[in-house]
Every structure is written in structure tokens, then in C-alpha cells.
């Protein structure tokens, strides 16, 4: 389908059934790419995203030139679907920043150099983030089907969505792209069989109980002093910090230590804290960032729910369990990065699990 057709599609009113048209609800990596492959096969397609923003758990900050990541920041060899989209994308990649040593943090905040700790080398990162990923990719798909600040609440066993703000729409077929637990909470009528029901609500939702700081600087001072940026700490309430530079400045950025609970109503302290901490590892430059960026995953909404507060132990083996198989006549297909047939979990999990939609939509499979 040609754009003009598309836009003309996408902008009829509310209340039509639209034939032949998949609703994707969710523009994170998965529903975005699921777009993206439903429209280059030219089968219409509407995505109707919650938040007033796409990407979902990717969220990439940009100050000027720089670009910051609060979700994901990387990818790894071995995830040929994410090589193949940023390729695609005419986006470049680079190494994480790892040269130099790495630092450890006793929990009475003795700092030690080169001990004990596991860096991030090899992990792959995208110029201009993986926001570029998100924009690119939505650049691509006729701008009148997709619509941010779009929450549904509800969906119909016939294929019809109704909206937070009362609109309803009906469609031949209808991909939930987003986590299981975030699926389980909207209404279904009918009402899914509690075995669907409790299944979406077992499976976690990766990194959704995490929060990310990222501090800003005028330069990467750190590697003056031959340190990588790579830090772990057992004293908090940053556990695991790495080198987050752009192009041009210097940041860190850090995976808080501190559970999701213990953070509700603190974002102040928890930054004032961390800030702290690079001064204890870092020494006295890191006393005043130019700016911080604190994302606290576990409070939001469409992302997290309560059981994800509790941190995951181990990756989960994700996969698509049995009683989410949709029937043969069904007209819904939940699809997240947490049900993909492989590297669940992961940005590369998202891309499979749109091409596992994007199957089931264009083959029947
Ligand atoms: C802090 C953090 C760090 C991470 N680091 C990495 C990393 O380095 N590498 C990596 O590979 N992965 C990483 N991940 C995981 C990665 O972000 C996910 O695998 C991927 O983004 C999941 O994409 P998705 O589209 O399946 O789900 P989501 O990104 O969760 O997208 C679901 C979308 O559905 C929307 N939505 C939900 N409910 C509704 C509704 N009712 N109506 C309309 N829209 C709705 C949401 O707003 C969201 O946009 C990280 C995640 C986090 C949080």
C-alpha cells in the first residue's frame, strides 16, 4: 500500500470497522518492527501506542549532540536481527568505551582498583542511541497510522479495542505488543480463561524493576586517570556503573542497587546519593555533572506492575507458552520481547517476536 492510501486509511473516523486492518497496540520494539514488516508486505496496519512517546522501555535522552540511554544501550554479537535492522537503518555501531581499569566498591566503600568485576567489553552500541532505532523505524511507516497517547483499555474477543478515552475501533485482527502482566491487566471480553490469565501474570517483565542514572559531563575524565568507567559497588546505591559517553562529552551511568521499594518517593536522595558514589570512585570531578537523568522503570505503568518490584534472580527462559498459542480462529496475538521464541528478553527478543507476529498476521502461523 502506497503512503496516500495508508494515510487515508488511518485517518477515517473512529467507530469503523477497519477490514483487513491489524491493530498493534504497543510501539515498543516489537509492535514498531511488526509496523514496519506489515507495511512493507502492504497490509494496513494501525498502532495505537499509551505513552505520548514510542519506544516503550527504550528511551534515549538528547542534550545538543549527545544522546543518553535510560533503557537499553546495547547489543551483542551473535543478534543477527538487530546487526541486520541497524544495517538497514543506516545506522553505525560502536564498541562499549572499556580500556582501562575497572573499580569495586566494599561495602564499607573501600575502593578497589582492577578486582573482581565482569565489564561490558564486546557489547555493541548505536550512535545516536537506540532511540535512533525507534525514529528511524517510525519514520517509516505512514505517520497517520500511528498513534501515540493512545492507551487502550480493552479488548473484545471480535476484535474490537476501546480506548481510554471511550473511542472504540474493531479490526480483523488485534497483537497486544506489550509485556504479559502489562496484557493481563487490560479488560477482555469475554473474560480469558484463567489458565491465559495466570500465565501473562507469571512471566516477568525484563528490567521492568530496575532504574537507570546517567551523570553528564563536560569530559570523560575518568579515562585521564586510566579508569574505563567500568565500576561494580556492594555499598550502593549504584551497583554496576559503566562509561555512557556520546560523541562528544563524558558521562557514566549506573544500574541502581537499590530495591524498587526503597526507591518509591526518593528520586532526590537516590540521585544525591549516587552522585555521592562517583565521588567516592571517581574522585572530586564527578562532584558536579552538568546534568543527571534518572529513569525509575518499576513506577512505570505501562511497563511495570507490582509483582515486577521484587529483582529477578536469573534471566527467566522465556518463550511462548502453550496456552498462549492463539486458537486458529482467534483474532488476538500477544507478542512482547518476554514471549519470543528466542533471546527473550532482549531487543533482539523484541525483533523476534515481531517477526513471529508478523507470521502469524501475513501466513496464518
Ligand atoms: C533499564 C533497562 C535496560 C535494558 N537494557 C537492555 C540492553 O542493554 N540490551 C537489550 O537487548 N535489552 C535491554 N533491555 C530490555 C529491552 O528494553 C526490551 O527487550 C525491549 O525494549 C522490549 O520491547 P517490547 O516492544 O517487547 O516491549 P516494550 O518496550 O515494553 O513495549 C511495549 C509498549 O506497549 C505500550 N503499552 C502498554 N500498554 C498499553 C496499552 N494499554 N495501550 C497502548 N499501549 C500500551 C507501552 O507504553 C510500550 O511502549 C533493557 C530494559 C530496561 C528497562
Same mark, same amino acid.
Given at each position: 500500500?502506497?503512503?496516500? =492510501?495508508?494515510?487515508?486509511?488511518?485517518?477515517?473516523?473512529?467507530?469503523? *470497522?477497519?477490514?483487513?486492518?491489524?491493530? &498493534?497496540?504497543?510501539?515498543?520494539?516489537?509492535?514498531?518492527?511488526?509496523? /514496519?514488516?506489515?507495511?512493507?508486505? =502492504? %497490509?494496513?496496519? !494501525?498502532?495505537?501506542?499509551?505513552?505520548? %512517546?514510542?519506544?516503550?522501555? &527504550?528511551?534515549? *535522552?538528547?542534550? =545538543?549532540?549527545?544522546?543518553?540511554?535510560?533503557?537499553?544501550?546495547?547489543?551483542?554479537?551473535?543478534?543477527?536481527?538487530?546487526?541486520?535492522?541497524?544495517?538497514?537503518?543506516?545506522?553505525?555501531?560502536?564498541?562499549?568505551?572499556?580500556?582501562?581499569?575497572?573499580?569495586?566498591?566494599?561495602?564499607?566503600?573501600?575502593?578497589? %582498583?582492577? /578486582? =573482581?568485576?565482569?565489564?561490558?567489553?564486546?557489547?555493541?552500541?548505536?550512535?545516536?542511541?537506540?532511540?535512533?532505532?525507534?525514529?528511524?523505524?517510525?519514520?517509516?511507516?505512514?505517520?497517520?497510522?500511528?498513534?501515540?497517547?493512545?492507551?487502550?483499555?480493552?479488548?473484545?474477543?471480535?476484535?474490537?479495542?476501546?480506548?481510554?478515552?471511550?473511542?472504540?475501533?474493531?479490526?480483523?485482527?488485534? @497483537?497486544?505488543?506489550?509485556?504479559?502482566?502489562?496484557?493481563?491487566?487490560?479488560?477482555? $471480553?469475554?473474560?480469558?480463561?484463567?489458565?491465559?490469565?495466570?500465565?501473562?501474570?507469571?512471566?516477568?517483565?525484563?528490567?521492568?524493576?530496575?532504574?537507570?542514572?546517567?551523570?553528564?559531563?563536560? *569530559?570523560?575524565?575518568?579515562?585521564?586517570?586510566?579508569?574505563?568507567?567500568?565500576?561494580?559497588?556492594?555499598?550502593?546505591?549504584?551497583?554496576?556503573?559503566?562509561?555512557?559517553?556520546?560523541?562528544?562529552?563524558?558521562?557514566?551511568?549506573?544500574?541502581?542497587?537499590?530495591?524498587?521499594?526503597?526507591?518509591?518517593?526518593? !528520586?532526590?536522595?537516590?540521585?544525591?546519593?549516587?552522585?555521592?558514589?562517583? @565521588?567516592?570512585?571517581?574522585?572530586?570531578?564527578?562532584?558536579?555533572?552538568?546534568?543527571?537523568? +534518572?529513569?525509575?522503570?518499576?513506577?512505570?505503568?505501562? $511497563?511495570?506492575?507490582? $509483582?515486577?518490584?521484587?529483582?529477578?534472580?536469573? /534471566?527467566?527462559?522465556?518463550? %511462548?507458552?502453550?496456552?498462549? @498459542?492463539?486458537? /486458529?480462529?482467534?483474532?488476538?496475538?500477544?507478542?512482547?520481547?518476554?514471549?519470543?521464541?528466542?533471546?527473550?528478553? +532482549?531487543?533482539?527478543?523484541?525483533?523476534?517476536?515481531?517477526?513471529?507476529?508478523?507470521?502469524?498476521?501475513?501466513?496464518?502461523?
Amino acid at each position: 500500500m502506497d503512503e496516500d =492510501g495508508a494515510s487515508a486509511l488511518c485517518s477515517s473516523a473512529v467507530g469503523l *470497522t477497519l477490514t483487513g486492518t491489524v491493530a &498493534i497496540v504497543g510501539g515498543g520494539l516489537t509492535g514498531l518492527a511488526l509496523a /514496519h514488516r506489515l507495511h512493507v508486505a =502492504g %497490509r494496513a496496519f !494501525r498502532l495505537f501506542e499509551g505513552r505520548d %512517546r514510542l519506544g516503550g522501555r &527504550i528511551k534515549t *535522552t538528547r542534550v =545538543g549532540e549527545q544522546w543518553f540511554d535510560l533503557g537499553p544501550s546495547w547489543f551483542w554479537p551473535g543478534q543477527p536481527r538487530m546487526a541486520a535492522l541497524i544495517q538497514q537503518l543506516g545506522l553505525e555501531v560502536f564498541p562499549q568505551f572499556a580500556d582501562g581499569a575497572q573499580l569495586y566498591e566494599t561495602v564499607q566503600g573501600a575502593v578497589i %582498583r582492577d /578486582h =573482581g568485576f565482569a565489564s561490558m567489553q564486546g557489547s555493541l552500541r548505536v550512535r545516536g542511541g537506540m532511540g535512533a532505532i525507534v525514529q528511524r523505524l517510525a519514520e517509516r511507516l505512514p505517520q497517520a497510522c500511528v498513534e501515540t497517547a493512545h492507551a487502550v483499555r480493552s479488548v473484545s474477543g471480535d476484535g474490537v479495542l476501546v480506548f481510554a478515552n471511550g473511542d472504540q475501533h474493531s479490526f480483523d485482527q488485534v @497483537v497486544l505488543a506489550m509485556p504479559p502482566r502489562i496484557a493481563a491487566a487490560l479488560e477482555f $471480553t469475554p473474560e480469558v480463561s484463567t489458565s491465559v490469565l495466570s500465565t501473562l501474570q507469571d512471566i516477568p517483565t525484563w528490567m521492568a524493576g530496575h532504574a537507570k542514572l546517567v551523570a553528564v559531563y563536560d *569530559t570523560a575524565f575518568w579515562r585521564d586517570d586510566g579508569l574505563s568507567g567500568d565500576a561494580s559497588s556492594q555499598r550502593g546505591p549504584l551497583a554496576e556503573i559503566h562509561d555512557a559517553s556520546a560523541d562528544t562529552g563524558g558521562a557514566l551511568f549506573g544500574f541502581l542497587g537499590v530495591p524498587a521499594s526503597a526507591r518509591v518517593g526518593q !528520586r532526590e536522595a537516590v540521585i544525591a546519593a549516587s552522585v555521592a558514589q562517583l @565521588v567516592r570512585l571517581f574522585g572530586p570531578r564527578a562532584a558536579s555533572p552538568e546534568e543527571v537523568f +534518572y529513569t525509575d522503570w518499576s513506577v512505570e505503568t505501562l $511497563t511495570a506492575v507490582s $509483582t515486577d518490584q521484587a529483582p529477578l534472580t536469573h /534471566h527467566p527462559a522465556y518463550g %511462548r507458552p502453550a496456552t498462549l @498459542v492463539p486458537a /486458529h480462529d482467534s483474532r488476538i496475538l500477544f507478542a512482547s520481547t518476554e514471549l519470543a521464541s528466542e533471546m527473550g528478553g +532482549y531487543l533482539e527478543g523484541a525483533l523476534a517476536a515481531a517477526d513471529e507476529a508478523a507470521d502469524w498476521v501475513l501466513k496464518g502461523s
